[in-house]
């Protein structure tokens, strides 16, 4: 479908104030009655033997075959470095991360907190750290690559939370504090035996500082964890109209060296007030473009370093809003669509639109094309992933990766 009909149906639906329903209490009972035929768990063929990775998707073909994987988990299609966050409030994500532990090279659970308690750093939510998953995912992830076993990597995420701005200054202009901040981020990781951190802090402080200060601060901050055999990946925000300039080329060359990798958040394009795809697939080129044009200096040292952002939820828009959903909410809608998905040709992207008892819906969700197709740019750009995050999505997704 061209992109300006998407526009003009996303257009009417926040227009709409009162939406008719179509779908009979029979319907309902015949789409339950029919859970029976669903796949589940480890099979012999994979999305690609069965043909299921298609531009426009059957709903029939989602609902039977989505809590279904093949059965040789250790089997990759993608080779780049691969990051999957989980959360504690999403535990299918705990689970994701064991099945599928030697298709991704790093773990990023979204755990801890960096909060100040009067003069002192702490790290808030080590309550969350599950000592036995960790255990779990590091046996299960274990692969036999000559000349030693590797296994799956473990890379806590962790934010600034409660920082006021005194508390900010005073971290960014006393080298002193920097080092005792770094020195309490070493202890947490060798207490509980994490290979590095995940640092969500540019797009907190990005375009409200000086760029030199967040050099220092994440430059000191790498030196200081690499003499400990640590190493930091950094969170950056992709290139948008309204912040063009938050991570861009001048920020790449100063921190490539450095930095083990970037996890360069691509979704979250279109919102509530400006409905659409979550990460147009032009737009994600772009993002990576943006910070290492074509045929620039140590352009694949570079690029290998970023993180492709890969979004596994969706959004629901909706008269009164919508917001996101994961997949327990997208099987309940996608269940009462009557033919194939709709595919947007600009976007990359699938989409639907219904009427139920509770309003009109327009969904936009990952789909294994959109997916696969993302994944292909990662091999053309020879960028890694990142997968925001482990528990949102459909089991099946994982047979490309």
């Known amino acids: 479908m061209n992109v300006s009909c998407v526009h003009i149906m996303l257009l009417l639906l926040l227009c709409s104030q009162q939406a008719t329903a179509t779908l ?66 999403n535990s299918h994500g705990y689970d994701v991360a064991k099945i599928f532990a030697k298709k991704f090279d790093i773990i990023s659970p979204v755990w801890l907190q960096i909060v100040k308690q009067g003069n002192e750093y702490a790290v808030a939510g080590t309550h969350d750290i599950d000592a036995g998953w960790l255990t779990d995912v590091r046996r299960k992830g274990k692969v036999q690559q000559q000349p030693q076993m590797r296994t799956v990597k473990v890379f806590p995420r962790i934010i600034f939370d409660h920082f006021t701005d005194r508390d900010i200054k005073l971290l960014l202009s ?152 994961t997949f327990g909410q997208y099987l309940e809608l996608v269940r009462h669509v009557k033919k194939h998905l709709t595919f947007d040709e600009r976007d990359i992207e699938n989409f639907f639109e219904i009427k139920s008892e509770t309003g009109r819906h327009i969904v936009f969700y990952p789909t294994l094309h959109s997916i696969n197709e993302r994944i292909k740019l990662a091999k053309e750009l020879g960028t890694g992933i990142s997968i925001w995050e482990l528990g949102q999505g459909l089991n099946y997704f994982y047979d490309l990766f």
Request: with cysteine.
């Open 174 to 325: 006393d080298a002193k504090e920097r080092t005792k901040l770094n020195d309490l981020l070493i202890k947490t990781c060798k207490q509980h035996g994490f290979d590095g951190l995940v640092l969500e802090v540019w797009s907190q402080l990005a375009g409200r500082i000086d760029d030199q200060i967040l050099f220092t601060l994440v430059l000191q901050m790498v030196k200081e964890l690499q003499k400990q055999q640590l190493r930091l990946i950094l969170v950056i925000p992709p290139q948008r109209k309204d912040t063009p300039n938050l991570f861009g080329e001048k920020h790449m060359n100063r921190l490539y060296k450095h930095v083990y990798a970037f996890s360069l958040m691509t979704y979250d394009f279109s919102s509530v007030q400006r409905p659409g795809a979550n990460a147009p697939l032009y737009w994600v080129r772009k993002a990576v473009e943006h910070m290492t044009p074509n045929g620039c200096h140590d352009m694949e040292t570079k690029r290998s370093k970023i993180l492709l952002g890969l979004n596994m939820y969706g959004n629901d828009y909706t008269p009164d809003g919508g917001g996101p959903i």
């Open 24 to 89: 009979s209490p029979d319907s309902k009972s015949k789409s339950k009655h029919k859970e029976s035929k669903f796949l589940r768990g480890p099979q012999d063929s994979d999305v690609f033997d069965l043909d299921l990775v298609s531009s426009e998707p059957l709903p029939k073909d989602i609902l039977m075959h989505h809590d279904a994987y093949y059965k040789d988990t250790a089997l990759r299609h993608f080779n780049g470095t691969t990051l999957g966050y989980v959360t504690p409030w």
